[in-house]
Nanobody, 119 residues
Framework: QVQLQESGPGLVKPSQTLLLICVVS??????????WSWIRQPPGKGLEWVGG???????YYNPSLKSRASISRDTSKNLFSLQLHSVIPEDTSVYFC???????????WGRGTQVTVSS
C-alpha cells in the first residue's frame, strides 16, 4: 500500500514561492503504475486539481495555475514536489498529494497540509 506524506511551510507571504513535498513510502516513484498529483481544497470550497507528473516526467497542470505551478519528481529520494510561484491569498488551501492510476482514478491520498497565504 502506497503511503503519501505532505510537508510544507504552513504560512507563506504573498508574492513568495510555495514549496510542498510529498514523500512516498510503500511504493516507488519510478513505477509506471501511477502518475503523481497535487490537489487542493480552499476553505469552504471543493477539491481543485492542481497538476501532476507522469512516469515519463510529462507534467500536466490546471490551466488556471499553469503559469505559476511547477511539479517535479526526485526518484533518488522517492518524493515529488510542487512549487507555486507568486502566491496570492486565494492560494490558501489544504494541499493533498495523490497517486493517479491508469484509469485516472485518484487511488492513494496523503492527509493534507494546510497552507495559508498572508502577510
Amino acid at each position: 500500500q502506497v503511503q503519501l506524506q505532505e510537508s510544507g511551510p504552513g504560512l507563506v507571504k504573498p508574492s513568495q514561492t510555495l514549496l510542498l513535498i510529498c514523500v512516498v513510502s510503500g511504493g516507488s516513484t519510478t513505477t509506471s503504475d501511477y502518475a503523481w498529483s497535487w490537489i487542493r481544497q480552499p476553505p469552504g470550497k471543493g477539491l481543485e486539481w492542481v497538476g501532476g507528473i507522469a512516469s515519463d516526467d510529462t507534467t500536466y497542470y490546471n490551466p488556471s495555475l499553469k503559469s505559476r505551478a511547477s511539479i517535479s519528481r526526485d526518484t533518488s529520494k522517492n518524493l515529488f514536489s510542487l512549487q507555486l510561484h507568486s502566491v496570492i491569498p486565494e492560494d490558501t488551501s489544504v494541499y493533498f498529494c495523490s497517486t493517479v492510476d491508469n484509469d485516472c482514478i485518484f487511488v492513494n491520498w496523503g492527509r493534507g497540509t494546510q497552507v495559508t497565504v498572508s502577510s
